[in-house]
């Protein structure tokens, strides 16, 4: 619900930003007032246009930037809300695993798309990623270095990787053995009811890849 709330207040607070922006000094206007043409240059009443807009439209500017730091700030603390969420549900280790994962979701796309593009089942592909072995304590380091390179910037919706691996491993979560078994049914029951649709998915994944294939 928060997250409706603030996507729809950043919208209209962005609309009406936009709405009172200035138009660039190369724009030109397709709404012409023909009273306006006797003595008067267009680049001058263009000038003063944008000059009124600047001002008119500072405060809406200024609101939009400070809700964006708001809000970028409030869907970090989501996300890391959500990731200690999913650790109570499936352990700290397998969350971390996830996140290690999901750090290298680039060469996962290119895996899976060069699966796709030599007609083979991209499922498949992603199943061999499933099957790796488990980082080694070096694999990790690097890849926390490599999340620390990047600058957080302060309007991101999406904390760092690193950081979001230090929150996890500050406050491990260990399940219950019978709500993990109890969950891993569930997982199982529904890997084979995906079975009987794995024709259909894989075709429109195969698509999908095919599609945003760089």
């Known amino acids: 619900m928060r997250a409706a709330l603030v996507g729809h207040a950043h919208g209209l607070l962005d609309r009406l930003a936009t709405l009172l922006t200035p138009l660039p000094r190369d724009a030109v206007s397709d709404l012409v007032d023909d009273r306006l043409e006797v ?3 267009q680049t001058t009443m263009n000038g003063l246009g944008r000059l009124v807009l600047t001002v008119v439209s500072a405060p809406a500017v200024v609101t939009l930037l400070a809700f964006e730091r ?3 700030q409030e869907a ?3 996300e890391y809300a959500a990731d200690l969420r999913a ?3 499936a352990g700290t280790a397998a969350v971390v695993r996830l996140l290690l994962t999901t ?3 680039a060469g996962v796309h290119t895996l899976a798309g060069a699966a796709a593009r030599r007609r083979e089942d991209p499922f498949t592909a992603l199943e061999a990623v499933r099957a790796r072995p488990d980082l080694t304590d070096r694999d990790v380091a690097l890849a926390r ?3 620390r390179e990047h600058d957080l910037r302060w309007d991101a919706a999406h904390p760092r990787d690193d950081l979001r691996l230090g929150v996890l491993e ?3 979560a260990t399940p219950e053995p019978e709500a993990q078994a109890d969950r891993r049914a569930l997982a199982r029951a529904a890997d084979a009811e995906l079975t009987g649709q794995r024709t259909v998915l894989a075709r429109r994944l195969r698509d999908e890849l095919l599609d945003t294939w760089r």
Do not use: C, D, N
């Open 39 to 41: 003595g008067r240059s």
């Open 70 to 72: 708001v809000a970028s």
């Open 76 to 78: 970090q603390e989501r």
């Open 87 to 89: 650790a109570e549900v």
């Open 103 to 105: 750090m290298g979701l």
């Open 145 to 147: 270095s490599r999340a």
């Open 170 to 172: 500050a406050h491990p």
